[in-house]
Protein backbone atom coordinates (compact mmCIF):
# COMPACT_ATOMS: atom_id res chain seq x y z
CA UNK A 1 0.00 0.00 0.00
CA UNK A 2 1.77 3.66 -1.09
CA UNK A 3 2.50 5.96 1.85
CA UNK A 4 0.38 8.96 2.68
CA UNK A 5 3.30 10.53 4.34
CA UNK A 6 6.00 9.96 1.50
CA UNK A 7 9.63 10.40 2.71
CA UNK A 8 11.00 14.33 3.53
CA UNK A 9 11.71 16.38 0.25
CA UNK A 10 13.66 19.56 0.17
CA UNK A 11 10.63 22.42 0.23
CA UNK A 12 10.82 23.38 -3.58
CA UNK A 13 10.83 19.71 -4.44
CA UNK A 14 7.69 18.92 -2.52
CA UNK A 15 5.67 22.26 -3.85
CA UNK A 16 6.77 20.26 -7.42
CA UNK A 17 5.97 17.24 -6.16
CA UNK A 18 2.46 18.04 -5.32
CA UNK A 19 1.40 19.52 -8.31
CA UNK A 20 2.50 16.50 -9.74
CA UNK A 21 0.81 14.16 -8.13
CA UNK A 22 -2.26 16.29 -7.96
CA UNK A 23 -2.69 16.81 -11.66
CA UNK A 24 -2.20 12.99 -12.18
CA UNK A 25 -4.81 11.82 -9.71
CA UNK A 26 -6.68 15.26 -8.33
CA UNK A 27 -9.84 16.51 -11.17
CA UNK A 28 -9.35 20.48 -10.13
CA UNK A 29 -13.02 22.07 -10.20
CA UNK A 30 -13.37 25.12 -12.13
CA UNK A 31 -10.41 23.98 -14.24
CA UNK A 32 -9.50 23.52 -17.77
CA UNK A 33 -7.46 20.69 -17.83
CA UNK A 34 -5.65 21.14 -20.78
CA UNK A 35 -4.36 24.25 -19.16
CA UNK A 36 -2.63 22.51 -16.14
CA UNK A 37 1.00 22.51 -17.64
CA UNK A 38 0.59 26.15 -18.42
CA UNK A 39 -1.50 27.24 -14.54
CA UNK A 40 -0.47 24.31 -12.26
CA UNK A 41 -2.24 24.31 -9.41
CA UNK A 42 -0.82 25.88 -6.13
CA UNK A 43 0.61 23.73 -3.40
CA UNK A 44 -0.44 25.20 -0.36
CA UNK A 45 1.07 24.25 3.43
CA UNK A 46 -0.78 26.28 5.49
CA UNK A 47 -2.85 29.32 5.98
CA UNK A 48 -2.40 31.99 8.85
CA UNK A 49 -4.86 35.31 8.92
CA UNK A 50 -4.83 36.20 5.62
CA UNK A 51 -2.34 34.61 4.33
CA UNK A 52 -1.74 30.94 2.34
CA UNK A 53 1.81 29.62 2.70
CA UNK A 54 3.52 26.98 0.55
CA UNK A 55 6.34 24.35 1.67
CA UNK A 56 8.81 27.17 0.13
CA UNK A 57 7.44 29.21 2.82
CA UNK A 58 6.52 32.14 -0.26
CA UNK A 59 2.85 33.74 1.33
CA UNK A 60 0.04 34.93 -1.01
CA UNK A 61 -2.59 37.06 0.49
CA UNK A 62 -5.70 35.12 -0.09
CA UNK A 63 -7.80 38.25 -2.17
CA UNK A 64 -10.59 35.80 -2.78
CA UNK A 65 -11.09 34.56 0.49
CA UNK A 66 -10.26 31.02 -0.98
CA UNK A 67 -14.00 31.37 -3.54
CA UNK A 68 -15.45 33.72 -1.11
CA UNK A 69 -15.90 30.98 1.78
CA UNK A 70 -13.01 32.92 4.52
CA UNK A 71 -14.25 35.47 6.95
CA UNK A 72 -11.55 35.53 9.82
CA UNK A 73 -8.23 34.42 8.11
CA UNK A 74 -7.44 31.01 7.87
CA UNK A 75 -6.43 28.88 11.38
CA UNK A 76 -8.67 31.73 13.69
CA UNK A 77 -7.46 30.73 16.98
CA UNK A 78 -10.77 31.03 18.41
CA UNK A 79 -12.83 28.75 15.87
CA UNK A 80 -9.61 26.57 16.18
CA UNK A 81 -10.71 26.34 19.90
CA UNK A 82 -14.09 25.23 19.01
CA UNK A 83 -13.62 23.12 16.75
CA UNK A 84 -11.26 21.19 19.28
CA UNK A 85 -13.86 21.31 21.89
CA UNK A 86 -16.47 19.75 19.78
CA UNK A 87 -14.10 17.05 18.45
CA UNK A 88 -13.66 16.09 21.69
CA UNK A 89 -17.32 15.56 22.13
CA UNK A 90 -19.64 14.75 19.23
CA UNK A 91 -17.94 14.89 15.40
CA UNK A 92 -21.34 13.84 14.00
CA UNK A 93 -24.91 12.53 14.30
CA UNK A 94 -27.49 12.15 11.68
CA UNK A 95 -30.03 15.28 12.18
CA UNK A 96 -33.00 12.30 11.06
CA UNK A 97 -34.56 11.46 14.37
CA UNK A 98 -31.51 12.92 16.45
CA UNK A 99 -30.39 16.36 17.15
CA UNK A 100 -27.45 17.92 19.19
CA UNK A 101 -26.94 20.99 20.43
CA UNK A 102 -24.61 22.97 17.90
CA UNK A 103 -27.69 22.45 15.56
CA UNK A 104 -30.36 23.68 17.72
CA UNK A 105 -28.29 26.80 18.62
CA UNK A 106 -27.20 28.01 15.13
CA UNK A 107 -30.92 27.36 14.02
CA UNK A 108 -31.68 30.00 16.95
CA UNK A 109 -29.27 32.42 16.47
CA UNK A 110 -29.88 32.74 12.62
CA UNK A 111 -33.46 32.98 13.12
CA UNK A 112 -33.13 35.86 16.12
CA UNK A 113 -30.67 37.44 13.34
CA UNK A 114 -33.66 37.81 11.22
CA UNK A 115 -36.05 39.04 13.82
CA UNK A 116 -37.51 35.95 13.68
CA UNK A 117 -39.27 36.14 10.31
CA UNK A 118 -37.47 33.13 8.58
CA UNK A 119 -37.71 30.74 11.73
CA UNK A 120 -37.02 27.58 10.49
CA UNK A 121 -33.41 26.35 9.17
CA UNK A 122 -32.84 23.17 7.03
CA UNK A 123 -29.66 22.08 6.77
CA UNK A 124 -27.28 21.11 3.69
CA UNK A 125 -23.50 20.81 3.13
CA UNK A 126 -23.24 23.04 0.35
CA UNK A 127 -24.72 25.79 -1.80
CA UNK A 128 -25.81 24.35 -4.67
CA UNK A 129 -27.47 21.71 -2.33
CA UNK A 130 -29.17 24.52 -0.18
CA UNK A 131 -30.66 25.94 -3.61
CA UNK A 132 -31.64 22.47 -4.83
CA UNK A 133 -33.84 22.50 -1.24
CA UNK A 134 -35.34 25.79 -1.88
CA UNK A 135 -36.49 24.79 -5.20
CA UNK A 136 -38.15 21.96 -3.91
CA UNK A 137 -39.50 23.50 -0.64
CA UNK A 138 -41.10 26.10 -2.98
CA UNK A 139 -42.86 24.25 -5.42
CA UNK A 140 -43.76 21.06 -2.46
CA UNK A 141 -45.41 24.09 -0.09
CA UNK A 142 -47.53 24.69 -3.46
CA UNK A 143 -48.07 21.29 -4.26
CA UNK A 144 -49.61 21.42 -0.59
CA UNK A 145 -51.72 23.90 -0.84
CA UNK A 146 -53.18 22.26 -4.15
CA UNK A 147 -51.25 24.22 -6.53
CA UNK A 148 -49.52 21.95 -8.11
CA UNK A 149 -49.69 23.90 -11.42
CA UNK A 150 -47.06 26.69 -9.73
CA UNK A 151 -43.80 24.79 -10.89
CA UNK A 152 -41.73 27.40 -13.04
CA UNK A 153 -39.18 29.18 -11.64
CA UNK A 154 -37.97 32.80 -12.37
CA UNK A 155 -34.25 33.55 -12.51
CA UNK A 156 -32.08 36.57 -13.52
CA UNK A 157 -30.14 37.54 -16.51
CA UNK A 158 -26.55 36.02 -15.67
CA UNK A 159 -27.57 34.76 -12.01
CA UNK A 160 -25.85 31.81 -10.57
CA UNK A 161 -26.95 29.63 -8.38
CA UNK A 162 -25.02 26.35 -8.60
CA UNK A 163 -23.99 23.50 -11.01
CA UNK A 164 -26.17 20.82 -9.64
CA UNK A 165 -28.65 19.54 -12.11
CA UNK A 166 -31.52 21.74 -10.34
CA UNK A 167 -29.24 24.69 -9.52
CA UNK A 168 -28.56 24.90 -13.17
CA UNK A 169 -31.68 24.85 -14.04
CA UNK A 170 -31.92 28.80 -12.93
CA UNK A 171 -28.35 29.85 -13.58
CA UNK A 172 -27.60 31.43 -16.39
CA UNK A 173 -23.90 32.17 -17.11
CA UNK A 174 -23.11 29.64 -20.27
CA UNK A 175 -19.98 28.59 -19.29
CA UNK A 176 -21.30 26.29 -16.56
CA UNK A 177 -24.60 25.58 -18.41
CA UNK A 178 -24.50 25.00 -22.01
CA UNK A 179 -23.23 21.37 -22.08
CA UNK A 180 -25.86 20.17 -19.89
CA UNK A 181 -28.91 22.58 -21.36
CA UNK A 182 -30.98 19.37 -23.08
CA UNK A 183 -30.94 17.77 -19.11
CA UNK A 184 -32.08 21.47 -17.74
CA UNK A 185 -35.70 22.55 -17.86
CA UNK A 186 -36.76 25.75 -19.22
CA UNK A 187 -36.92 28.44 -16.84
CA UNK A 188 -38.18 32.70 -17.05
CA UNK A 189 -35.14 34.93 -17.18
CA UNK A 190 -36.08 38.24 -16.62
CA UNK A 191 -33.71 41.10 -17.00
CA UNK A 192 -30.43 42.05 -14.58
CA UNK A 193 -30.61 45.14 -12.42
CA UNK A 194 -27.15 45.15 -12.99
CA UNK A 195 -26.20 49.04 -12.79
CA UNK A 196 -23.52 48.44 -15.46
CA UNK A 197 -26.16 48.61 -18.07
CA UNK A 198 -28.04 52.27 -17.49
CA UNK A 199 -28.80 53.95 -20.44
CA UNK A 200 -27.52 57.36 -21.07
CA UNK A 201 -28.60 59.64 -18.17
CA UNK A 202 -29.94 56.60 -15.87
CA UNK A 203 -27.93 55.63 -12.62
CA UNK A 204 -28.31 52.52 -10.66
CA UNK A 205 -31.97 53.16 -9.24
CA UNK A 206 -33.14 53.85 -12.86
CA UNK A 207 -31.44 50.69 -14.06
CA UNK A 208 -33.30 48.39 -10.62
CA UNK A 209 -36.72 49.87 -10.93
CA UNK A 210 -36.67 49.23 -14.91
CA UNK A 211 -35.33 45.91 -14.36
CA UNK A 212 -38.11 45.08 -11.25
CA UNK A 213 -40.64 46.90 -13.63
CA UNK A 214 -40.00 43.72 -15.98
CA UNK A 215 -40.01 41.21 -13.62
CA UNK A 216 -43.46 42.45 -12.31
CA UNK A 217 -44.80 42.21 -15.84
CA UNK A 218 -43.76 38.47 -16.46
CA UNK A 219 -45.22 37.76 -13.05
CA UNK A 220 -48.75 39.15 -13.65
CA UNK A 221 -48.72 37.46 -16.98
CA UNK A 222 -47.37 33.88 -15.40
CA UNK A 223 -47.85 33.89 -11.63
CA UNK A 224 -50.39 31.38 -12.02
CA UNK A 225 -47.92 28.99 -13.47
CA UNK A 226 -44.64 30.10 -11.38
CA UNK A 227 -43.37 29.05 -7.84
CA UNK A 228 -40.64 31.39 -7.49
CA UNK A 229 -38.27 33.84 -8.38
CA UNK A 230 -34.63 33.22 -7.55
CA UNK A 231 -32.53 36.53 -7.13
CA UNK A 232 -28.96 36.47 -5.31
CA UNK A 233 -29.14 40.09 -3.30
CA UNK A 234 -27.06 43.18 -4.27
CA UNK A 235 -24.17 41.40 -6.11
CA UNK A 236 -24.74 38.50 -8.69
CA UNK A 237 -20.93 37.39 -8.19
CA UNK A 238 -20.30 34.70 -10.71
CA UNK A 239 -21.28 36.75 -13.67
CA UNK A 240 -18.32 39.04 -12.84
CA UNK A 241 -19.77 41.06 -9.42
CA UNK A 242 -22.58 42.94 -10.83
CA UNK A 243 -24.31 45.29 -8.39
CA UNK A 244 -27.41 46.78 -7.85
CA UNK A 245 -29.62 49.41 -5.74
CA UNK A 246 -30.92 47.60 -3.01
CA UNK A 247 -34.86 49.22 -4.24
CA UNK A 248 -34.72 46.17 -6.48
CA UNK A 249 -34.99 43.73 -4.02
CA UNK A 250 -37.67 45.82 -2.54
CA UNK A 251 -39.32 46.15 -5.63
CA UNK A 252 -39.29 42.61 -6.04
CA UNK A 253 -40.29 41.32 -2.56
CA UNK A 254 -43.81 43.71 -3.47
CA UNK A 255 -44.34 42.32 -6.82
CA UNK A 256 -43.71 38.20 -5.48
CA UNK A 257 -46.29 39.27 -2.90
CA UNK A 258 -48.99 40.75 -5.39
CA UNK A 259 -48.76 38.03 -7.48
CA UNK A 260 -48.75 35.51 -4.93
CA UNK A 261 -45.22 33.91 -5.97
CA UNK A 262 -42.30 32.97 -3.40
CA UNK A 263 -38.88 34.73 -2.90
CA UNK A 264 -36.21 32.65 -2.42
CA UNK A 265 -32.62 34.96 -1.75
CA UNK A 266 -29.56 33.21 -2.73
CA UNK A 267 -27.11 34.91 0.24
CA UNK A 268 -24.61 31.87 -0.45
CA UNK A 269 -21.97 34.45 -1.80
CA UNK A 270 -23.26 38.03 -0.45
CA UNK A 271 -24.55 36.42 2.97
CA UNK A 272 -22.53 36.65 6.42
CA UNK A 273 -21.38 40.41 6.30
CA UNK A 274 -19.72 40.13 2.50
CA UNK A 275 -22.36 42.69 1.19
CA UNK A 276 -21.96 44.93 4.31
CA UNK A 277 -24.71 43.94 6.26
CA UNK A 278 -24.93 40.65 7.99
CA UNK A 279 -27.98 39.60 5.83
CA UNK A 280 -28.03 41.48 2.06
CA UNK A 281 -31.59 41.26 2.26
CA UNK A 282 -31.01 43.87 5.31
CA UNK A 283 -30.24 46.50 2.93
CA UNK A 284 -33.57 46.33 1.66
CA UNK A 285 -35.02 46.18 4.62
CA UNK A 286 -36.99 42.77 3.09
CA UNK A 287 -36.99 38.96 3.83
CA UNK A 288 -37.27 36.45 1.37
CA UNK A 289 -39.84 33.31 2.04
CA UNK A 290 -36.70 31.41 1.68
CA UNK A 291 -33.16 32.50 1.96
CA UNK A 292 -30.01 29.79 1.11
CA UNK A 293 -26.89 30.64 3.45
CA UNK A 294 -23.12 28.44 3.21
CA UNK A 295 -19.79 29.52 2.01
CA UNK A 296 -18.64 32.01 4.93
CA UNK A 297 -21.37 30.64 7.27
CA UNK A 298 -18.48 28.25 8.89
CA UNK A 299 -15.86 30.68 8.57
CA UNK A 300 -14.15 29.02 5.31
CA UNK A 301 -14.01 25.92 7.63
CA UNK A 302 -16.37 23.11 6.82
CA UNK A 303 -18.85 22.30 4.61
CA UNK A 304 -21.99 23.79 5.42
CA UNK A 305 -25.28 24.94 3.53
CA UNK A 306 -28.96 26.03 5.02
CA UNK A 307 -32.08 27.04 4.09
CA UNK A 308 -33.93 29.24 5.87
CA UNK A 309 -37.69 29.37 5.63
CA UNK A 310 -40.97 31.06 7.30
CA UNK A 311 -43.30 29.76 9.94
CA UNK A 312 -46.09 29.35 7.02
CA UNK A 313 -44.03 27.39 5.02
CA UNK A 314 -42.94 25.04 7.50
CA UNK A 315 -46.25 24.39 8.94
CA UNK A 316 -47.84 23.34 5.50
CA UNK A 317 -45.86 20.48 5.50
CA UNK A 318 -46.82 19.20 9.12
CA UNK A 319 -48.93 16.59 8.15
CA UNK A 320 -49.34 12.63 8.81
CA UNK A 321 -49.39 12.18 5.16
CA UNK A 322 -46.16 11.15 4.00
CA UNK A 323 -46.58 12.61 0.44
CA UNK A 324 -46.79 16.29 2.14
CA UNK A 325 -44.02 15.97 4.19
CA UNK A 326 -40.97 17.20 3.09
CA UNK A 327 -38.29 13.94 2.43
CA UNK A 328 -35.45 15.29 1.19
CA UNK A 329 -31.98 13.99 3.20
CA UNK A 330 -28.20 14.44 3.18
CA UNK A 331 -26.24 12.23 5.31
CA UNK A 332 -23.99 14.86 6.89
CA UNK A 333 -26.65 17.09 7.22
CA UNK A 334 -26.43 19.52 10.45
CA UNK A 335 -22.63 18.24 10.66
CA UNK A 336 -21.87 19.19 14.23
CA UNK A 337 -18.21 20.18 14.08
CA UNK A 338 -19.68 22.16 10.76
CA UNK A 339 -22.52 23.99 13.53
CA UNK A 340 -20.04 24.11 16.16
CA UNK A 341 -17.32 26.30 13.57
CA UNK A 342 -20.72 28.43 12.63
CA UNK A 343 -21.15 29.29 16.17
CA UNK A 344 -17.58 30.46 17.14
CA UNK A 345 -18.01 32.61 13.12
CA UNK A 346 -21.20 34.12 15.22
CA UNK A 347 -19.48 34.70 18.25
CA UNK A 348 -16.82 36.72 16.69
CA UNK A 349 -19.50 39.31 14.88
CA UNK A 350 -21.36 39.58 18.15
CA UNK A 351 -17.99 40.19 20.31
CA UNK A 352 -15.86 42.29 17.88
CA UNK A 353 -17.27 45.14 15.45
CA UNK A 354 -17.12 43.52 12.87
CA UNK A 355 -19.36 45.15 10.16
CA UNK A 356 -18.32 48.95 11.45
CA UNK A 357 -14.45 47.68 11.03
CA UNK A 358 -15.06 46.76 7.67
CA UNK A 359 -16.69 49.35 6.21
CA UNK A 360 -13.34 51.43 6.82
CA UNK A 361 -11.33 48.58 5.47
CA UNK A 362 -13.59 48.51 2.25
CA UNK A 363 -12.98 52.60 1.49
CA UNK A 364 -9.25 52.17 2.03
CA UNK A 365 -9.25 49.67 -0.60
CA UNK A 366 -11.83 51.56 -2.61
CA UNK A 367 -9.61 54.68 -2.35
CA UNK A 368 -6.31 52.90 -2.96
CA UNK A 369 -8.00 51.69 -6.33
CA UNK A 370 -9.47 54.72 -7.31
CA UNK A 371 -6.30 56.54 -7.07
CA UNK A 372 -4.09 53.93 -8.85
CA UNK A 373 -6.70 53.01 -11.82
CA UNK A 374 -6.25 55.20 -14.62
CA UNK A 375 -9.09 55.83 -16.67
CA UNK A 376 -7.76 53.88 -19.77
CA UNK A 377 -7.17 50.81 -17.79
CA UNK A 378 -10.56 49.89 -15.85
CA UNK A 379 -14.41 50.66 -16.26
CA UNK A 380 -16.89 50.24 -13.53
CA UNK A 381 -15.10 50.54 -10.53
CA UNK A 382 -17.80 49.46 -7.89
CA UNK A 383 -18.16 48.45 -4.05
CA UNK A 384 -20.53 46.64 -2.22
CA UNK A 385 -19.04 46.36 1.35
CA UNK A 386 -16.51 43.86 1.22
CA UNK A 387 -16.68 42.99 -2.75
CA UNK A 388 -14.73 45.54 -4.74
CA UNK A 389 -14.51 44.68 -8.57
CA UNK A 390 -13.26 46.64 -11.87
CA UNK A 391 -13.87 45.48 -15.44
CA UNK A 392 -10.24 45.59 -17.44
CA UNK A 393 -10.37 47.31 -20.87
CA UNK A 394 -8.57 45.16 -23.42
CA UNK A 395 -7.90 42.62 -21.46
CA UNK A 396 -6.93 40.50 -24.14
CA UNK A 397 -6.62 36.68 -24.75
CA UNK A 398 -6.53 34.61 -21.42
CA UNK A 399 -6.77 37.99 -19.64
CA UNK A 400 -7.99 35.51 -16.48
CA UNK A 401 -5.69 32.94 -16.60
CA UNK A 402 -2.60 35.80 -17.13
CA UNK A 403 -3.94 37.74 -14.32
CA UNK A 404 -3.85 34.52 -11.89
CA UNK A 405 -0.34 33.79 -12.58
CA UNK A 406 0.95 37.24 -12.43
CA UNK A 407 -1.13 37.65 -9.16
CA UNK A 408 1.10 34.80 -7.80
CA UNK A 409 4.59 35.83 -8.68
CA UNK A 410 3.66 39.06 -6.82
CA UNK A 411 2.47 37.05 -3.73
CA UNK A 412 -1.50 37.10 -4.33
CA UNK A 413 -4.08 34.69 -5.03
CA UNK A 414 -6.81 35.95 -7.45
CA UNK A 415 -9.15 35.14 -10.09
CA UNK A 416 -10.54 37.11 -12.05
CA UNK A 417 -14.00 36.36 -13.39
CA UNK A 418 -13.55 36.80 -17.66
CA UNK A 419 -12.20 40.61 -17.42
CA UNK A 420 -13.82 41.02 -14.09
CA UNK A 421 -11.32 41.83 -11.17
CA UNK A 422 -11.87 41.41 -7.81
CA UNK A 423 -10.94 41.79 -4.33
CA UNK A 424 -12.84 39.83 -1.73
CA UNK A 425 -10.27 39.11 1.10
CA UNK A 426 -11.09 38.42 4.51
CA UNK A 427 -12.16 40.31 7.60
CA UNK A 428 -8.80 40.64 9.42
CA UNK A 429 -6.73 42.13 6.71
CA UNK A 430 -4.53 45.29 8.44
CA UNK A 431 -3.97 48.52 6.69
CA UNK A 432 -0.67 47.87 5.14
CA UNK A 433 -2.45 44.15 4.16
CA UNK A 434 -4.68 46.45 2.32
CA UNK A 435 -1.83 48.56 1.04
CA UNK A 436 -0.44 45.93 0.11
CA UNK A 437 -3.22 44.00 -1.42
CA UNK A 438 -3.66 47.37 -3.83
CA UNK A 439 -0.68 47.74 -4.63
CA UNK A 440 0.29 44.65 -5.98
CA UNK A 441 -3.49 43.96 -7.91
CA UNK A 442 -2.22 47.19 -10.05
CA UNK A 443 1.49 46.08 -10.39
CA UNK A 444 -0.68 42.66 -11.28
CA UNK A 445 -2.50 44.66 -13.79
CA UNK A 446 0.41 46.52 -15.21
CA UNK A 447 2.00 43.18 -16.17
CA UNK A 448 -0.69 41.83 -18.01
CA UNK A 449 -3.08 44.29 -19.30
CA UNK A 450 -3.22 45.80 -22.93
CA UNK A 451 -2.81 49.29 -23.93
CA UNK A 452 -6.03 51.05 -24.52
CA UNK A 453 -7.73 54.69 -25.51
CA UNK A 454 -8.43 56.61 -22.60
CA UNK A 455 -12.32 56.57 -21.92
CA UNK A 456 -13.85 57.94 -18.01
CA UNK A 457 -13.20 55.30 -15.31
CA UNK A 458 -16.62 55.25 -13.51
CA UNK A 459 -17.69 54.25 -10.36
CA UNK A 460 -20.74 52.82 -9.50
CA UNK A 461 -22.54 51.81 -6.40
CA UNK A 462 -19.52 53.08 -3.94
Known amino acids: MPSLNPSPRTAASRNADLQQRSRRHVWHPCTQSSRLDAAPPLPIARGEGAWLVDHDERRYLDATSSWWVNLFGHAHPAINAALRDQ ?56 RNAGRSDKRGFVALRGGYHGETLGALHVTDVAVFREAYAPLLREVHLAPSPDARGAAPGE ?39 AMHDPEYLRLVRAACDRHGVH ?19 EQAGIWPDFMCLSKGISGGYLPLALVMTREAIYQSFVDDDVARSFL ?17 TLDLFAQEDVLNRNRGRAARILQGLRNGLGPSRAAHLRQRGMITAFDVRAA ?27 LMPPYVVSDAEID ?27
Not at 110 to 130: I, K, R, V
Not at 263 to 281: K, N, P
Request: charged content about 15%; overall charge negative.
Open 87 to 142: LDTLPHVMLAGCTHAPAVELAERLSALTGHALGYCFYASDGASAVEIALKMSFHAW
Open 203 to 241: DALAVAVRAAAALDALLAEQHDRIAAVIVEPLVQCATGM
Open 263 to 281: LIADEIAVGCGRSGSFFAC
Open 328 to 344: HSHSYTGNALACRAALA
Open 396 to 422: GPRFAERFHLAAREQGLLMRPIGSTVY
Open 436 to 462: LLVERTLATLDAVAQPHATEACDVALA
